[in-house]
């Protein structure tokens, strides 16, 4: 978990326990390890939804997991790139430079 992550995490835990408890103890304990899909699929995912609910605040952190967990910088960009059909251009164009923005900071 990067340090921006943690203090999100620490955030949540302060002013909304709840919701804390439930991304800590369901969606990380449980969804994200859950066998029926692997971590590259669930990053997949999740990268195509955040993009087509123009959630781009949280889509650089998952770009950057997404990439821990097994995807390439060039499915990520197709992915992307498959979207501007179904989520639309502007959308596409917005993820397109946050995965610049990931791209520049890894070299592998």
């Known amino acids: 978990m ?5 203090d ?4 949540f835990a302060r002013v909304a326990p709840q919701f804390h408890q439930l991304t800590s103890k369901v969606l990380f304990e449980q ?20 993009v087509a609910l123009n959630r781009m605040e949280q889509l650089p952190g998952h770009l950057e997991r997404a990439l821990d967990n097994g995807l390439s910088k060039e ?34």
Do not use: C, Q
């Open 8 to 11: 999100l995490m620490a955030t």
């Open 31 to 50: 969804v994200w390890r859950d066998e029926s899909l692997s971590l590259r699929d669930r990053s997949l995912i999740t990268v195509t939804a955040l």
């Open 75 to 108: 499915e990520l960009s197709a992915a992307v790139t498959h979207l501007a059909f179904y989520a639309g251009w502007p959308v596409t164009a917005s993820a397109i430079e946050r995965l610049d923005d990931i791209n520049g900071l890894r070299t592998y």
């Open 2 to 6: 990067t340090s921006k992550e943690k």
